[in-house]
């Protein structure tokens, strides 16, 4: 791991390795079948006080640089060379796509566009005013989760890896995806000697 301003990744939305992908297709299926509102909820909670407490952990000065990690299971390639903040950044961008999907998902309605992991990059001269922004998010995604009678549409909207998903399905990935860039803040603070 490195501190590295401008190495040769792949593109943004090129996605995952095509095995990792089939495997995490599976995992993600046994999650969403074996989970209920209550246990996503409280994965996704889990994982954001684990970021709270990595960013915290991280000297201010330190959290906008960008540091090169080794890839990990379940995030791009074009992903590895992010700061804390650009983590933080795009932690914020897919949780409010959450919480525009999830309820018109709840209303019957599938969101317009299409979901892309190419257009959820973040911003490389984000500040630490993402951090505020970040925890706003959070608290949006819990409360679209929660206040949602039934998770059980049967309006669905695709994700890019793991295809149509009701708005239980969304509700599973919004605690995973944390926790994918848990790991990569964990990464990113050992790159900088955290």
Known sequence: MSTSSDP???????????????????????????????????????????????????????????????????????????SVWMTLDHLRITNTALTRVIPALMQGRVPPGKASTAAVKPSASVTATVEADFERSCDDVLAAITEAPDLKTTVRFAHPWFGPLDALGWAAMAGIHMGIHRAQIQSILSGLGQ
Not at 30 to 38: A, I, K
């Open 8 to 82: 040769q990744l792949a593109p943004p939305g090129a996605g995952l390795p095509i095995i990792e992908l089939w495997a995490a297709r599976l995992l993600f299926a046994l999650t969403r079948r074996r989970g209920s509102r209550e246990t996503f909820v409280a994965k996704f909670k889990q994982e954001r006080a684990a970021i709270r407490a990595l960013v915290d952990s991280c000297p201010e000065a330190k959290r906008g640089e960008q540091v090169l990690i080794a890839r990990l299971r379940g995030l791009e390639d074009s992903s590895r060379n992010w």
